[in-house]
């Protein structure tokens, strides 16, 4: 009896090990998980690197979710949806020294678009979730801001996403252009594209939380504007053409003739002048074009009488004029020319 009751003993006390062999091993086993957590997902880089994750996702919701990301109250929102944001390549995320109350800088080499840019974000702790694993918070918002000018025009696009300037922006006092809030890092190619103007930029690189970059979008006048200022001068003259006088009605040219004239004068443009635009003004707001002086050639055959000898001689030539216009693209999509 007694020696079966030294063997229960002896079994109660292996298993009593055994489990407490096991226990210590599980919490060995959690307290490293929890460690390991800490060290990748719940530190300061794997807190960083989620908001990045959310970009890469076109995520604007859930970047603008993070703890930390605050929007200032002023600023266009057109571009803060995240499908303006350009996809970052070849992402380190490198986390420094934590300092004395816990804050840390992380370092974050990329490239998009080809160019290459650095980030640093500094992040501080907010506490522990479960007690166990650390929380953090941007200690400056990843919010910037694109302060983009667009001379003569309203619209652009921003990564190809289209902007109307008209209806988004408030102005920044002190310049011609606008805040439209934007998510950091990213690299932003504006452009404008319309029927009359095209115009592109290199990419802006928005690499420091919390800054402004300014952006100048400058459209030129496309082919097509051209032709159609071309087609419009063109038909005015011929316009000017069609009348048998000698001083066509609102026309830049005309003869002047002394002695009488025999029938009617026949006018036709020998050369057109050519059309060239630039900006009306330095307003970047001003949506004129200048057409600047330029020479072209009308030509006139009429009989004339003289008024000494009753001869008649027939006058032949090219008469010189030149022009000058300031265009207004309309929003129908028609130009109004102005003389000047």
Same mark, same amino acid.
């Given at each position: 009896?007694?020696?079966?009751?030294?063997?229960?003993?002896?079994?109660?006390?292996?298993?009593?090990?055994?489990?407490?062999?096991?226990? &210590?091993?599980?919490?060995?086993?959690?307290?490293?998980?929890?460690?390991?957590?800490?060290?990748?997902?719940?530190?300061?880089?794997?807190?960083?690197?989620?908001?990045?994750?959310?970009?890469?996702?076109?995520?604007?919701?859930?970047?603008?979710?993070?703890?930390?990301?605050?929007?200032?109250?002023?600023?266009?929102?057109?571009?803060?949806?995240?499908?303006?944001?350009?996809?970052?390549?070849?992402?380190?995320?490198?986390?420094?020294?934590?300092?004395?109350?816990?804050?840390?800088?992380?370092?974050?080499?990329?490239?998009?678009?080809?160019?290459?840019?650095?980030?640093?974000?500094?992040?501080?702790?907010?506490?522990?979730?479960?007690?166990?694993?650390?929380?953090?918070?941007?200690?400056?918002?990843?919010?910037?801001?694109?302060?983009?000018?667009?001379?003569?025009?309203?619209?652009?696009?921003?990564?190809?996403?289209?902007?109307?300037?008209?209806?988004?922006?408030?102005?920044?006092?002190?310049?011609?252009?606008?805040?439209?809030?934007?998510?950091?890092?990213?690299?932003?190619?504006?452009?404008?594209?319309?029927?009359?103007?095209?115009?592109?930029?290199?990419?802006?690189?928005?690499?420091?939380?919390?800054?402004?970059?300014?952006?100048?979008?400058?459209?030129?006048?496309?082919?097509?504007?051209?032709?159609?200022?071309?087609?419009?001068?063109?038909?005015?003259?011929?316009?000017?053409?069609?009348?048998?006088?000698?001083?066509?009605?609102?026309?830049?040219?005309?003869?002047?003739?002394?002695?009488?004239?025999?029938?009617?004068?026949?006018?036709?443009?020998?050369?057109?002048?050519?059309?060239?635009?630039?900006?009306?003004?330095?307003?970047?707001?001003?949506?004129?074009?200048?057409?600047?002086?330029?020479?072209?050639?009308?030509?006139?055959?009429?009989? &004339?009488?003289?008024?000494?000898?009753?001869?008649?001689?027939?006058?032949?030539?090219?008469?010189?004029?030149?022009?000058?216009?300031?265009?207004?693209?309309?929003?129908?999509?028609?130009?109004?020319?102005?003389?000047?």
């Amino acid at each position: 009896m007694t020696r079966d009751t030294d063997r229960g003993r002896e079994g109660m006390r292996r298993a009593v090990l055994g489990w407490s062999l096991a226990l &210590v091993l599980l919490v060995a086993a959690f307290a490293g998980t929890v460690v390991a957590l800490n060290s990748t997902v719940y530190s300061a880089g794997g807190f960083v690197r989620s908001y990045l994750d959310a970009l890469a996702r076109n995520d604007g919701r859930a970047a603008l979710d993070m703890p930390g990301v605050t929007v200032p109250e002023s600023g266009s929102r057109a571009l803060l949806n995240g499908v303006a944001v350009a996809q970052l390549e070849d992402v380190r995320v490198r986390e420094g020294a934590a300092a004395p109350d816990g804050s840390s800088a992380v370092r974050v080499d990329y490239t998009a678009e080809g160019v290459s840019g650095t980030t640093t974000f500094p992040v501080r702790p907010t506490g522990a979730r479960f007690l166990l694993f650390r929380t953090w918070e941007f200690a400056v918002s990843p919010v910037s801001e694109l302060d983009v000018t667009v001379a003569h025009a309203t619209t652009f696009t921003a990564n190809g996403v289209s902007v109307d300037a008209a209806l988004e922006p408030r102005d920044l006092e002190g310049t011609g252009g606008a805040a439209y809030l934007v998510f950091a890092p990213g690299v932003y190619s504006v452009a404008h594209e319309s029927r009359y103007l095209q115009a592109g930029t290199e990419p802006v690189l928005v690499d420091t939380p919390g800054a402004t970059v300014p952006v100048t979008v400058a459209p030129q006048p496309n082919q097509v504007f051209l032709d159609q200022v071309q087609k419009e001068v063109d038909a005015y003259l011929e316009g000017c053409a069609d009348q048998r006088v000698l001083l066509p009605a609102g026309c830049p040219f005309g003869q002047r003739i002394r002695d009488r004239i025999e029938g009617e004068p026949r006018w036709s443009i020998a050369s057109s002048p050519a059309v060239a635009l630039q900006p009306f003004s330095a307003d970047p707001g001003d949506p004129a074009w200048l057409m600047p002086e330029t020479t072209g050639a009308a030509h006139i055959v009429v009989d &004339v009488r003289s008024l000494f000898d009753g001869s008649v001689t027939r006058l032949d030539q090219d008469v010189p004029f030149s022009v000058s216009y300031r265009v207004v693209p309309l929003a129908d999509g028609t130009l109004r020319l102005e003389a000047l």
